[in-house]
């Protein structure tokens, strides 16, 4: 059963840094491409950041660019959103999710409806 678990969540300051870790089970992650969503209270869910190993991709929103790096440690079979220079803004409830790395082309997508598989959430919160 394909399953995937977020953790490294929580309160940080403005300026503050966090990991997020995406363990993956059922699956081997280079198998799948790995994304990384946000959704604030209110507002749509937003994709953040994307990894394919297998096809050498990565994609950062506008929003995360230069600040978050998403990286993948095969051997654990997780996926981690190293996030740097946190902003009020970047408060959400952070998910990872999963979709088969076999119907892309060259780079991963930030779009959600296109991934299968989901995580329950982790919470983010920064304050100012």
């Known amino acids: 059963q394909l399953q995937l678990v977020e953790s490294g969540g929580g309160l940080v300051h403005a300026g503050g840094s966090l990991r997020l870790s995406c363990a993956a089970s059922?699956?081997?992650?280079?198998?799948?491409?790995i994304g990384w969503f946000r959704q604030a209270p209110g507002k749509e869910r937003e994709g953040v950041s994307c990894i394919a190993s297998s096809i050498s991709s990565t994609r950062y929103s506008d929003s995360v660019k230069g600040r978050f790096t998403i990286s993948e440690n095969n051997a654990k079979n997780t996926v981690y959103l190293e996030m740097n220079g946190l902003k009020p803004e970047d408060t959400a409830v952070y998910y990872c999710?999963?979709?088969?790395?076999?119907?892309?082309?060259?780079?991963?997508?930030?779009?959600?409806?296109?991934?299968?598989?989901w995580g329950q959430g982790t919470q983010v919160t920064v304050s100012s």
């Open positions: 999710a999963a979709m088969d790395v076999r119907i892309l082309n060259s780079y991963c997508v930030l779009v959600s409806r296109e991934y299968d598989y």
């Open positions: 059922g699956f081997t992650a280079d198998n799948y491409a």
